[in-house]
């Protein structure tokens, strides 16, 4: 029995970036063998196993074999005679084939770290062509990587050009891609995830309400990089300088304008009542992927709600209670936060204005936590009682949010 560490561990590690997790996988060895040592195993798809003390997953080397389309259509091999560099070649990329022995020698057949120091992402075989998740994965990928220089080889975007072309991408399942998107929104260039998606084809199949935006021109006024698919890339990359990690707000980010693309040609470049039109393409879309609950139902309150505030400064206060009150924030106080950091992303991101103040979010945060503060038991002490409480209270928060107004 050999044991390597493997894959993003190895990567990682020569780039010098903090490993976060560790795999290995074990050659020459049984599914008896592992059990024997005390492993636990869990993979239901092919032998994977944690081990006792650390819990990190060992799995047996293995070699697949295509048998159908889609994720699911592969048939495993794992036993004793499959070899390390068979089981590096079923990978990705050349980056993530890589081992590194127990005395800390690094295996690398083929040649993941030239493409490291090249900063190119480039698969390792024909076979990447079998498994359509790979494309977001190298998309993905692309994301994270972006702002150390990475980009897509020749020979690998074409790949996936082609296997966009033949429809493989079309079996993409829901849960499988939500995964790698929601993994991509929390990179530092969520943007990246979209232009490779784009590059090759594939965003107008997995996100078409998203690639609808490309080439739909905005007011120049307001919006000097001009296109709609521009600025959701540039609000995605502020969203993450504001909010890195949280795919909530990136989610939200990434959906809050899909109404521009249903402007009808007559009335471009002005997008009125976008953010009406936006609620409808926004709920299919996360029915489509399937996205969490919340993940739906906010992205559909800050592209019906954005505009709002934007507008802030302007509107009455019983508007902004309004806004409050749809927003639910006074039982789910944790949406405004999130609402405002994409709505200040939607505002900088715009080019040349990514240092902007957003005077907006400040007020909003202020109104919200002087009208939080109002509680019922002093009109209760007062002998207000029933539907009169809740008016005196809703009364009370006008108050609250014109004081914070005039402050």
């Not at 040592?37 to 993979?43: A, E, I, S």
């Not at 068979?86 to 770290?113: C, H, K, S, W, Y």
């Not at 994270?144 to 080889?153: C, N, Q």
């Not at 992205?299 to 639910?328: G, I, K, M, S």
Request: proline share 5%; hydrophobic share 45%.
């Amino acid at each position: 029995m050999r044991i390597y560490l493997v894959g993003g561990a190895v990567r990682d590690k020569l780039l010098g970036l903090d490993v976060a997790d560790r795999d290995y996988v074990v050659v020459g060895a049984t599914q008896e063998d592992m059990c024997a040592r005390g492993f636990r195993p869990v993979g239901k798809d092919f032998p994977v196993f944690l081990h006792p003390q650390t819990q990190e997953e060992y799995a047996l080397a293995r070699t697949e074999r295509k048998t159908g389309r889609g994720y699911h259509g592969f048939a495993f091999q794992a036993d004793p005679s499959v070899t390390l560099t068979q089981d590096l070649e079923r990978r990705d990329l050349t980056i993530n084939a890589m081992a590194q022995d127990e005395n800390g020698a690094i295996v690398d057949p083929f040649g993941g770290q030239r493409d490291l120091a090249a900063r190119v992402l480039r698969h390792v075989s024909s076979a990447f062509a079998e498994d359509p998740v790979r494309v977001l994965r190298v998309a993905r990928f692309a994301a994270r990587y972006a702002p150390l220089g990475f980009r897509i080889a020749d020979e690998t975007l074409a790949l996936m050009r082609r296997m966009t072309d033949e429809g493989e991408v079309d079996h993409l399942v829901a849960e499988r891609t939500w995964a790698e998107t929601r993994k991509a929104l929390r990179e530092s260039a969520p943007s990246a995830f979209l232009r490779a998606l784009r590059a090759c084809g594939a965003l107008r199949v997995v996100f078409p309400e998203v690639d609808a935006l490309y080439g739909v021109p905005q007011r120049v006024e307001f919006h000097p990089e001009i296109d709609a698919g521009a600025h959701i890339e540039l609000v995605l990359d502020m969203a993450a300088r504001l909010a890195p990690g949280d795919d909530l707000t990136l989610w939200c980010a990434l959906t809050h304008d899909l109404g521009k693309a249903l402007t009808p040609s007559d009335e471009l470049a002005r997008h009125l009542r976008h953010e009406h039109n936006g609620v409808t393409p926004v709920r299919v879309l996360c029915a489509r992927l399937k996205v969490p609950a919340e993940h739906a139902a906010l992205a559909v309150l800050v592209c019906r709600h954005h505009l709002q505030a934007h507008r802030a400064l302007e509107l009455r206060p019983a508007t902004v209670l309004e806004l409050f009150e749809r927003l639910d924030a006074f039982r789910r106080p944790e949406r405004l936060p999130r609402f405002l950091l994409v709505c200040e992303a939607d505002r900088r991101g715009r080019l040349g204005h990514a240092e902007d103040a957003y005077p907006q979010a400040d007020f909003l945060r202020a109104a919200f936590a002087a009208a939080a503060a109002i509680d019922a038991a002093p009109f209760v002490t007062r002998g207000i009682t029933g539907a009169k409480i809740g008016m005196a209270m809703r009364q009370a928060r006008l108050c609250a949010i014109t004081a914070t107004r005039r402050a």
